[in-house]
């Protein structure tokens, strides 16, 4: 099993010092990944993200060089909003730096207010996305990359540095939708939900794994990544949903009910107030979930 981090790279706590604590505490305390989250602009219509958000890749870049194994995630980009061309040269250039520690999460997006500011057609961006993974893994595992699609086309092209994983960094798709675990069965090395309990993701497994059948993929190839709130509290008031907040116990539960539906990297969330709060949250489960063998 593995655990990650998502750093506070939006609202009160994106700043610098914050983020680079958070960073290097997950290293020193054992976590396998940190992850940072993509929103370009902040539509007013929209609330709970506060207004700052510090962009991703010059983030992870700005960790890669205070960071030595930990793994460098993106949870998720939104890949109708970005030129495929330009984010696959960021992303190997990211994975060049680091020597080879990022895993691509990548989605379709759902802020339509987002997609209006930006320019970027909101009904087609379930075909943009899967037209955009085919030319980033086109781009980073062809000597001489040709494309033709309904958006883009290129050829007699040099793409350059290809990335430092083989045949590139893993790309692992968000979201909950039937469509994005075909997506992620026909495109991807993994699946990253946000917020399903373990009930819920138990059937969309079952589907995942009728759709990987039907592909003649093996699920030991495949990475199931759940997205989920972490605290460390004796609050009682918590939704019953919330299988990853109170008492180390609990937690240590719903970590093997996860693992038990096939679960195999986690990324958490951190809730608790302020930043000493996540902190304790950090040592308190590496103390006890991720140094015992549950």
């Not at 040592?283 to 549950?294: C, L, M, P, T």
Request: charged share 25%; hydrophobic share 35%.
């Amino acid at each position: 099993m593995k655990y990650g981090i998502v750093l506070p790279n939006f609202g009160k706590y994106a700043q610098k010092d914050w983020i680079l604590e958070l960073a290097s505490s997950a290293e020193e305390l054992g976590y396998d990944s940190i992850w940072v989250s993509d929103h370009v602009v902040i539509p007013k219509t929209h609330k709970g993200f506060g207004d700052a958000f510090l962009d991703p890749f010059s983030t992870l870049t700005y960790l890669a060089a205070k960071t030595d194994r930990i793994m460098l995630g993106t949870s998720v980009i939104i890949l109708p909003y970005r030129n495929p061309l330009v984010l696959a040269k960021t992303v190997s250039t990211l994975d060049q730096l680091s020597e080879g520690r990022v895993i691509l999460g990548v989605g379709a997006g759902w802020l339509e207010d987002e997609f209006k500011a930006l320019g970027v057609p909101y009904g087609e961006r379930g075909a943009v996305t899967d037209e955009c993974i085919d030319i980033l893994t086109t781009l980073w595992s062809e000597d001489n990359p040709e494309f033709r699609g309904k958006y883009r086309e290129f050829s007699d092209i040099t793409f350059l540095p290809k990335p430092v994983q083989k045949p590139h960094p893993p790309i692992w798709v968000g979201g909950g939708s039937t469509s994005a675990v075909v997506r992620a069965v026909k495109r991807g090395e993994g699946w990253h939900p946000v917020g399903l309990t373990p009930t819920e993701l138990k059937i969309k497994v079952e589907y995942l794994n009728e759709q990987l059948e039907l592909s003649g993929r093996d699920l030991s190839e495949f990475t199931i990544s759940i997205r989920r709130n972490l605290e460390i509290t004796d609050r009682k008031d918590i939704d019953i949903k919330e299988t990853l907040r109170g008492s180390p116990e609990k937690i240590a539960r719903g970590i093997e009910e996860y693992r038990d539906a096939g679960v195999s990297h986690f990324v958490f969330h951190l809730l608790g107030g302020e930043i000493k709060g996540l902190h304790k949250t950090m040592e308190v489960f590496s103390e006890e979930i991720i140094g015992q063998d549950i």
